[in-house]
């Protein structure tokens, strides 16, 4: 059934006073938390998870929705008025954005900023329409095999790209699966590192461990230096952007959504490697290249457009696949989870009309993310100045709160603790976190269908190899450890000239 | 001190994959006897990802030990190390045990109550370097409210039961 015949019953499910509130809720919250330095679009989405569970599945996924595409827009202004970028995703941005605001042009930085992140929302917005459908249809095709190697795949880019190094990203994903082995065994119901505590046998909950793992090592981070996260904002300045100025940055804004659309798609990318790909693209190809990196517009415009673009795109493995594009792609499955819905290809045949609400709510968020954007930036001054002192404290006692409201125990807290210090030791390790928590989400997965595929095969792994799916993602796994051990290798020769060269 | 902080970790990772296939993985792991194909036991998974581990860690510590005297772009690209900082590490292992207590109290005294105490602690540990008295009292009145408001959404909106004091029940 393609999108006109869901069309009605996803309209009706959209076009209630109650869906449309929760959407242009979801966008204020994500544009406040992420314009708040120190807090990201990542823990945001994590935070107001909990607030779901009461919600019906249409409402709820769609206030995540919301808080993703304002958190990641949110996060360019401070990225541009106190040179902090609020998410990962705006480091492009600050490039360009702060020596315009030392010029007096922070206005124009953030209005151009915002209407290259509604284009590129759009952009990405609608390739999600128009391809995750298709893709759905191919994956109905795949067996475990299939599956098993399309989530070797996607561990491999995150764990690759995550971080600086492809080493610290494998081990981080290999904690994560050997966290998602706690429980009862899938094929046999025998215990696997429960040690007599009933409550393990279940898996740890993977919301403990996702608010623990992005949100605790955040605040404790803040109590070790808390006066790390002040910053001095600079003023809007009389300027803003002029339909001239969006008008000479508009192919680099088409350029960095359909970058972002594609970047987004595949999964484990995410923003930030986007933002980074279309400003370096826009830099190249504009005639203004050498003011790039001084306050020139289409830098801000381009950065913008390629972190904006991801975020519609990063639903395509997660709608068609039931893989996670990024975090907080991973974080958004848990709303489906609590609902007793599975991302996938079957999501589309038994859930049609709620998968095509939430693409027409997709649509209506690059709307409300105007508006709301256009306020944010004149009242940035009130969301900076949120005490740090008082808010970190509470996002603690919101964590709290939203971790125990999952299954009523204060078990999962204690889980949410104990992973908030590991990924704390990781942050000081400089693991990241993001292959920890992916590799935590398909763990069963992969180990599901590997053994799947071994019970099928009678144990012979030569069904690993079986069509030109398998074999596709193969040779795409080979070839992203194959680059990036060689564009690490590289680095590295890079580096050591030039410290030969300082010697 | 980043060279240093990755063979902490490589060495770190090897002992503990190590551990994993050698005690945890026998102890901890149950396996049926009649499992006929090693590929499909229980055991299977937990220990590829074990030997997963320990190649990541001794690719780390090659990486770093062979490299140890020079700069690599990784070290030049991350954000550089946290400056020691005495009374930021105090102020981490004082986090640990208000977290610790804040759990504790949690079953104790119910959610709301520790969750008054807890916010109110935090604050207190970070207000010292840099608040005003403004944000003090700030801190104060949100530190009653905040738990409230929660108690409310989640207990008479969400639904959920949420653990009470025992000298008090809130309605």
Redesign the interface.
């Known amino acids: 059934m393609s999108f006109l015949d869901h069309a009605p019953a996803a309209f009706a499910l959209v076009a209630q006073w109650s869906s449309i509130l929760a959407l242009f809720i979801g966008v204020a919250v994500g544009t406040v938390a992420g314009a708040i330095p120190g807090m990201s679009a990542t823990m945001a989405v994590a935070l107001a998870l909990p607030f779901t569970f009461a919600m019906p599945p249409v409402e709820g996924i769609l206030l995540l929705l919301g808080v993703y595409k304002g958190g990641i827009f949110g996060g360019s202004i401070p990225a541009i008025l106190i040179r902090t970028p609020g998410t990962p995703a705006s480091s492009a941005t600050v490039l360009d954005g702060y020596p315009m605001a030392e010029r007096g042009e922070a206005g124009r930085a953030l209005t151009i900023a915002l209407w290259a992140s509604c284009t590129a929302d759009i952009i990405s917005n609608l390739a999600l329409i128009f391809f995750a459908g298709q893709l759905a249809r191919l994956a109905l095709s795949f067996g475990p095999p299939e599956f098993f190697t399309l989530i070797l795949f996607s561990l491999t880019i995150i764990a690759g790209v995550s971080g600086s190094s492809l080493l610290k990203g494998l081990i981080s994903a290999a904690l994560g699966l050997l966290l998602a082995t706690v429980g009862l065994d899938l094929v046999y119901g025998t215990n696997r590192f429960v040690f007599g505590e009933p409550q393990l046998m279940g898996g740890l909950n993977f919301i403990a461990v996702l608010i623990g793992l992005f949100a605790i090592p955040e605040i404790i981070a803040f109590m070790r230096d808390p006066a790390k996260h002040e910053g001095r904002a600079r003023s809007l300045g009389a300027s803003r952007a002029s339909f001239a100025d969006y008008r000479r940055c508009f192919v680099s804004i088409i350029r960095g959504g359909l970058l972002g659309s594609v970047m987004g798609a595949i999964p484990g990318i995410g923003a930030a490697p986007s933002a980074f790909l279309s400003y370096s693209e826009a830099r190249r190809r504009s005639p203004n290249r050498a003011n790039f990196g001084r306050g020139e517009i289409e830098g801000v415009a381009a950065a913008e457009a390629g972190n904006n673009g991801v975020a519609g795109a990063t639903l395509i493995p997660l709608l068609a696949l039931g893989v996670p594009g990024d975090v907080i792609t991973a974080i958004i499955i848990g709303a489906f989870m609590v609902h007793g819905l599975q991302p996938g290809p079957l999501l589309f045949a038994t859930n049609g009309s709620l998968v095509y609400a939430l693409f027409i709510g997709l649509i209506l968020s690059s709307i409300f993310l105007f508006a709301v954007g256009s306020v944010a930036i004149r009242f940035f001054r009130f969301i900076a100045e949120v005490p740090k002192v008082a808010l970190f404290p509470g996002v603690l006692v919101l964590c709290v709160f939203g971790v125990y409201a999952v299954n009523n125990t204060v078990f999962d807290i204690a889980v949410m603790f104990a992973m908030g210090w590991v990924g704390y030791v990781m942050q000081r390790l400089g693991v990241p976190p993001a292959p920890f928590l992916i590799a935590f989400i398909l763990g069963p997965l992969l180990e599901d269908n590997f053994r799947q595929a071994m019970l099928m095969s009678g144990s012979s792994p030569v069904i690993l190899f079986r069509s030109w799916i398998t074999w596709l993602f193969w040779a795409a796994t080979l070839f992203t450890i194959a680059a990036l051990v060689r564009s690490g290798l590289r680095e590295r020769r890079a580096a050591r000239a030039s410290t030969d060269s300082a010697a | 001190m ?1 060279a240093n ?2 063979i ?3 060495a770190g ?1 090897v002992v503990f994959s190590a551990f ?1 296939l050698a005690w ?1 993985i026998p102890n ?5 006897r009649n ?1 006929s ?1 090693i ?2 036991s ?1 055991l299977f ?2 220990q590829i ?2 030997v ?2 320990g ?3 001794a ?2 510590l090659a ?1 770093h030990l062979t ?1 140890r005297a ?9 954000a550089p190390p ?1 400056p020691p ?1 005495l009374s ?2 105090l ?2 292992l ?3 045990a208000l ?2 207590g ?2 504790w109290l ?2 104790a005294i119910g ?1 709301v109550f520790a ?1 008054m105490l ?3 602690a ?2 207190v ?3 010292r ?3 005003s008295r403004g ?1 003090v009292i ?2 104060l009145i ?2 009653f409210l ?2 409230l408001l ?2 409310a ?2 207990g008479h ?7 009470q004091a025992p000298f008090f029940r809130l309605p």
């Open positions: 980043k902080s990755a902490v970790l490589g990772t994993l945890l901890a792991v149950v396996s049926p499992v194909n590929v499909l229980p998974w937990p990802v074990a997963i581990l190649i990541g860690g690719g780390l990486v490299g020079r700069a690599t772009s990784e070290d030049m690209e991350e946290l900082s930021g590490e102020r981490v004082v986090s640990a977290m610790f804040y759990f949690v079953s959610i969750s807890a916010y109110a935090f604050a540990l970070a207000v370097a840099v608040s944000e700030a801190v949100t530190a905040l738990p929660l108690y959404f989640f909106v969400a639904g959920v039961s949420l653990p």
